[in-house]
């Protein structure tokens, strides 16, 4: 991995919202949902993003989608920034880069049938014509687990499993390089989690894809990322290989994150941490920044 050529620069990333505004029209209050957040994800790499709800983990995502204008910092895409582009000029990177959200019901035009949603990408991008596109559709349909005979099914008449294949269709349909897996699994139930996680997988080795992983869920997460980022109050608080934050975690917030986890061995005797108990101590965490307590382990600790 190592080897393998930086894909995705983050840098010093910021994403404020306001809370209000007075008569003026100035900001009264500013959310900082994003707070200065730096990672860099390699070529055929999984970056598994984890935090609690509010955590600012998925306005990272939506910020490298470009589906937010940043307050500061830089997201750059195989070199290029991406910060200041318009539409006309992100239109190739639109390509490049896809995205799959958690819930592939509001994610998917309802009206269109399965043809038409995952081709309609194909469109945009001028790829394939007529019965060559149509021959496209159906390899991927039967590629994530699907029929050709879906192909003219509406999203209604499929499970949430089944929907979310065809989001997951729908996003490779351009060929991209990078995914933007924003919580895919979360609203899919447990036995059709896993199935998902290892198509997805498949799919990475298949065509040679860079993904994001966000979730909330640390065990299914580790599956799945070579690394995994650690977010806690809009900053990330630890960073390691995947096996080391697990055998190692040094951050408070990780092992409350961690201890959460339920445990399938009940002589192992862990005791759950309060995530709770943590929260008084927000704002030093938003403060400390991270530093390499090891090879390629950082966290953030005073």
């Known amino acids: 991995m190592s080897e393998s050529k930086v894909l995705v620069d983050v840098n010093n990333l910021q994403k404020h919202f306001s809370k209000g505004k007075d008569m003026r029209g100035r900001d009264t209050a500013v959310l900082k949902a994003v707070d200065g957040v730096s990672f860099q994800i390699r ?46 000029g992100l239109k190739p990177f639109r390509r490049r880069i896809q995205s799959i959200f958690q819930d592939p019901y509001s994610s998917l035009n309802l009206s269109l049938n399965v ?72 609203a899919l139930d447990v036995s059709v989690q896993a199935q998902v996680v290892n198509m997805l997988e498949d799919l990475q080795s298949e065509f040679g894809l860079t993904y994001l992983f966000i979730a909330h869920d640390l065990s299914m997460v580790r599956h799945i990322s070579d690394r995994i980022g650690v977010m806690y109050g809009g900053r990330l608080v630890e960073v390691a290989d995947s096996d080391e934050l697990y055998d190692n975690p040094l951050h408070p917030y990780t092992k409350a994150l961690l201890s959460s986890i339920l445990e399938t061995d009940p002589r192992k005797g862990s005791q759950r941490i309060r995530l709770e108990g943590y929260s008084g101590e927000r704002e030093a965490a938003a403060q400390a920044m991270l530093r390499e307590v090891s090879p390629g382990h950082y966290v953030a600790l005073d």
């Open 43 to 88: 070529q055929g790499e999984t970056f598994g993003l984890v935090g609690e709800s509010g955590s600012g983990k998925s306005t990272v995502g939506r910020c490298l989608l470009r589906l937010y204008d940043y307050t500061g910092g830089e997201v750059f895409f195989d070199g290029q920034p991406l910060g200041k582009l318009g539409e006309k």
């Open 115 to 186: 043809l038409e949603l995952i081709s309609e990408p194909m469109k945009i991008h001028g790829i394939y014509k007529g019965e060559e596109r149509k021959e496209a559709v159906a390899a991927l349909l039967e590629r994530v687990g699907l029929k050709r005979e879906h192909l003219y099914r509406f999203p209604h008449e499929f499970s949430g499993g089944q929907r979310q294949r065809i989001s997951i269709a729908r996003a490779l349909s351009v060929r991209p390089e990078f995914v933007v897996c924003d919580e895919p699994i979360s």
